[in-house]
């Protein structure tokens, strides 16, 4: 394969910033019960009115109305423009910089790739927006009482509280879902030599949605838990490895992980067929966002 020009990175930033709203918005309802199911511990003796998707939308709709459902979206959806943004658009770089000389990809590369964009979007974007969120969902309160909340309470520390944690499930998050969705892309395209159709995006997109969360559910749950009011119980991020392992068992580490994938797998196949489309897009009718050189 010949060497392909350098893309611009700035296509792959702008193409995530509105895939990564699109995305957000449309599965947040899903998002919604992942959380609620992965704050409740076993070891309290207190179980929600529900167990799993539907029947936690079907409760909370009836409880406390439609859009309750999507408590906690304001935060997520102010850290998701520039977070998706930072995500493509990091990850286009870095792939540029470890390109082999014939313009190729190893899966290990892609994996690097993403696992850097991953954590960097994390510390920078997704940390505390995802504090905020969990204390909102949890607590019943709006995006500013969340915050509120937690300045009073632990101060503007607290809003980074599970950072590691978060790195960890956004790192190893992005690094699967890129060295999957690459190797899927360079296979149904034949190596670019066929287009990559929307409808071929949304599939590899919610493929690679249900391999990364299947690899690194435990990470999502253990972040939750950090992020939480219960928070205080764990010493670290080791800590709270070992404790919801002794106690609870091995099972509760995919606490969660079926509305996970309801949210993820079909997020994932949109943000990736839009990234796509929307990149094309650009590249089409802004001839600056063709190339970078």
């Known amino acids: 394969m010949s060497v392909k020009k350098s893309p611009n990175p700035l296509t792959a930033m702008k193409a995530g910033c509105i895939a990564g709203a699109v995305e957000a918005t449309v599965v947040w309802p899903m998002e919604f019960i992942k959380t609620q199911l992965q704050l409740q511990s076993k070891t309290k003796g207190v179980k929600l009115p529900y167990s799993g998707m539907v029947s936690g939308i079907t409760y909370t709709v009836r ?57 960097s979007e994390a510390l920078v974007i997704v940390a505390p927006v995802e504090t905020v969120k969990t ?26 509280q599970g950072a590691v944690a978060t790195a960890l499930k956004q790192g190893s998050n992005m690094g699967l879902r890129f060295m999957w969705f690459n190797e899927y892309k360079i296979y149904v395209t034949e190596d670019g030599k066929k287009q990559l ?6 599939i590899g997109g919610m493929s690679a949605g249900c391999f990364s969360t299947l690899g690194n559910n435990p990470f999502d749950v253990i972040k939750t838990r950090m992020q939480g009011t219960k928070a205080a119980q764990y010493k670290n991020t080791l800590d709270c490895f070992n404790q919801i392992l002794t106690k609870e068992g091995v099972g509760a580490f995919y606490a969660g992980v079926v ?7 079909p997020g994932q196949g949109i943000i990736f067929m839009s990234f796509e489309t929307i990149q094309e897009w650009l590249k089409t009718n802004f001839p600056a966002f063709e190339s970078d050189s």
Request: hydrophobic share 40%; proline share 5%; glycine share 16%.
């Open 135 to 160: 204390k909102c969902i949890e607590l019943n309160k709006s995006f500013f009482g969340g915050l509120k909340h937690i300045m009073k309470t632990e101060g503007i520390g607290g809003v980074y």
């Open 197 to 202: 159709t929307p409808i071929m995006g949304l």
């Open 63 to 119: 409880t406390t109305g439609f859009f309750s459902l999507y408590r906690g979206l304001a935060p997520t959806l102010i850290g998701s423009v520039p977070k998706a943004g930072i995500r493509f658009g990091l990850n286009a770089v870095i792939k540029e910089k470890i390109r082999g000389k014939d313009g190729k990809l190893t899966p290990g590369k892609n994996f690097v790739a993403g696992l850097c964009a991953g954590v």
């Open 259 to 265: 509305p996970r994938l309801s949210r993820v797998v």
